[in-house]
């Protein structure tokens, strides 16, 4: 067996080891791994690694894509931390806009196309999530911690995360996802897990009274609540096998970030089988409706035809240890650097449905990609 050192520190340090693989920060820990003993292309070899005692952690990214390849490591050492990290901010190097991928009246006409397939008497189709891309430039190298820290520092939660990505392969070496995710895809904590679907925003205003009046409207719009609603029945799907009992909410609650206000849905159950891990449990709902659609094999069919590969975005992002134990959440509000560090990516979708207007949904991913943006010290 190899044995992983899994520390439990006081505080969380302001400064992360530089070549540290993964950095999951959350509101209620820390958890940072140092170097790589091992890494896995796929999510099944290292799920049984964790069972047969061979790592005892697993942590990295899951491919939106389920056949792709994962990203995961079996670190030298995990180390967790009470409450979120606390960065020492640095300046950053000065970052350019490029190119949209799509252009934006490319990805309008996309939505539309999507709200035809959605319209049609005999639709299978009910919900499909469309993104979209921003491609900038930095002037001098850009390091993954760096940007992580201006994300946590600008979220209220502390949320964000980094991750190499070299164990997925070939044309994955040295780039890096890096996010300030507020959806929780899946926890598991003992017999205990729980999620935090959220699906169905808008945006967030200066105006408090304005930024009321938007949050109201939200939670009762009959658009949003359906498409959170398949969000929610396609998790309760998911999980039922897994669990002896589950607690779902018959209606979402609001939450929000800086940028947005967010449906969402506090979902938690008791574990059936203890050797199930958290890993387990993440690829087993994931991709859920909230960044793919329903039915999961049609949406993720017109998402390939319309968007191509869409790489870790969209997917997860977490870790899990020899208990079964850990977190993951979805990769969302987030960007891939590249080997350079010069060439940042980031990335919004937004869930299209039936009653779906394609400039709306144009607006709806402006203000998601305002996350990274804004951490990049560029306009939203």
């Not at 901010?89 to 806009?97: G, K, N, S, W």
């Not at 929000?256 to 891990?277: A, E, I, Y």
Request: charge should be negative.
């Amino acid at each position: 067996m190899q044995s992983t050192a899994i520390a439990e520190s006081a505080e969380t340090s302001a400064d992360l080891p530089p070549g540290a693989p993964f950095v999951l920060s959350r509101p209620h820990g820390t958890v940072i791994a140092d170097g790589i003993r091992t890494g896995y292309d796929s999510a099944r070899d290292a799920a049984a690694a964790l069972r047969n005692g061979t790592a005892t952690s697993v942590v990295g990214a899951l491919a939106f894509d389920p056949s792709h390849p994962a990203a995961l490591i079996a670190p030298q050492a995990l180390r967790h931390h009470p409450g979120s990290w606390t960065p020492r901010l640095q300046a950053l190097p000065r970052v350019r806009a490029g190119e949209s991928i799509p252009p934006e009246d490319e990805h309008i006409s996309r939505v539309a196309a999507a709200i035809h397939v959605l319209r049609e008497p005999d639709a299978t189709l009910h919900k499909v999530v469309l993104a979209r891309s921003v491609v900038l430039h930095a002037d001098e190298p850009l390091h993954p911690h760096a940007l992580l820290a201006q994300l946590v520092a600008n979220d209220l939660g502390g949320n964000g995360f980094s991750v190499d990505l070299s164990a997925a392969g070939t044309g994955w070496s040295g780039r890096h996802l890096v996010g300030s995710s507020p959806e929780v895809l899946i926890r598991r904590r003992g017999n205990t897990v729980t999620c935090h679907p959220l699906a169905g925003s808008a945006p967030r205003h200066t105006d408090p009274e304005i930024d009321r009046l938007t949050a109201e409207n939200l939670a009762s719009s009959e658009k949003n609540l359906r498409e959170h609603a398949l969000v929610v029945e396609a998790l309760r799907a998911s999980l039922e096998p897994f669990c002896t009992e589950l607690d779902i909410p018959d209606r979402p609650t609001l939450t929000s970030t800086p940028q947005l206000w967010h449906l969402g849905t506090p979902v938690s159950g008791r574990l059936r089988d203890r050797s199930v891990t958290a890993l387990d449990l993440a690829v087993a709902v994931h991709p859920t409706p909230a960044v793919c659609g329903t039915p999961t094999d049609a949406a993720r069919a017109l998402i390939g035809e319309l968007e191509g590969d869409r790489g870790f975005y969209a997917g997860a992002v977490g870790w899990a240890d020899a208990d079964g134990d850990g977190e993951w959440m979805v990769t969302i509000r987030c960007a891939q650097i590249d080997a350079d560090r010069t060439t940042v990516t980031a990335y919004a979708g937004g869930g299209i449905v039936a009653a779906s207007e394609p400039d709306d949904e144009l607006a709806e991913t402006t203000t998601k990609l305002g996350t990274v943006l804004a951490a990049l010290g560029l306009p939203r």
